[in-house]
């Protein structure tokens, strides 16, 4: 009868102590991982349309310091050049609050995520986090004339939702300028859980008469059903021969 007994009672204190060790593991866990401010750490940007190639957006994280001790913020990291953080150093007594602005800037049409860091005084750290999704406005760009090759323009396309090759691009001139496309090639495939767009590119060839073409010309260039551009262009001196996009400012 003693031995059972004794079997139960070593059984016992064996699930205690495991007990005891994974309490008082996670509760060192709780307390290391609690931030020393409290409130939102996460924004989610959602999409940030891009003009002329760059959008930005800001989001202001309001934290407030619910301890005991007052909080000191030495320095601000952020983790890339995309995220400009409006702080340096802070102090932030028991009960108050401050406010962080974070701005996120995005050239690429793609989702971007970023984080900033507070270091504290006393070594420990609170993470910020801000996500966004770049997308152009319109899909559909130009780039200057390529040095060297007189008379050709690149053309880019975005498109969001697919890898198949897109229309052919569409081209309206004015008296005195012709313009050929040549045809779509495909520089980057779509990446759907970065949403990032496939991206295409593709030559517009002209010919010109420089005694026809006026000073305000411009081509209009779409891909159906429903994106389109003006991209004014400007003759250089009849000795050079060429023409050139100018992008707007």
């Known amino acids: 009868m003693n031995q059972p007994r004794r079997h139960h009672r070593a059984l016992l204190i ?3 102590v495991i007990v005891v060790f994974v309490g008082s593991g996670l509760t060192f ?7 020393p401010l409290a409130g939102e750490c996460k924004h989610d940007f959602g999409i940030i349309t891009l003009i002329d190639g760059r959008g930005m957006k800001e989001h202001v994280f309001h934290l407030t310091n619910r301890g005991k001790e007052t909080v000191v913020i030495e320095k601000v ?5 995309c995220t400009a953080v409006d702080l340096a150093s802070a102090v932030i007594p028991p009960g108050n609050s401050i406010d962080i602005p974070v701005e996120l800037s995005l050239t690429v049409s793609a989702r971007k995520r970023a984080q900033v860091t507070l270091i504290f005084k006393d070594k420990g750290i609170q993470i910020l986090r801000v996500v966004g999704i770049g997308k152009r406005e319109p899909p559909l760009f130009y780039l200057n004339s390529w040095p060297g090759i007189p008379n050709t323009m690149t053309v880019m396309l975005e498109v969001a939702d697919s890898n198949d090759p897109p229309p052919t691009l569409q081209i309206v001139t004015p008296d005195g300028l012709n ?3 040549t045809e779509w090639y495909q520089v980057k495939k779509r990446k759907r859980g970065q949403k990032m767009p496939a991206i295409w590119r593709g030559q517009v060839k002209f010919t010109v008469l420089y005694e026809d073409l006026p000073e305000d010309a411009f081509l209009l260039l779409s891909v159906p059903p429903d994106i389109s551009i003006a991209v004014p262009v400007k003759p250089d001196p009849p000795d050079r021969g ?4 100018m992008q707007g400012d």
């Open 242 to 245: 060429s023409v050139r996009g």
């Open 179 to 181: 313009a050929v496309f």
């Open 77 to 81: 990291k952020s983790s890339c050049g």
């Open 29 to 35: 866990v709780y307390f290391m991982s609690r931030n």
């Open 14 to 16: 064996v699930l205690l």
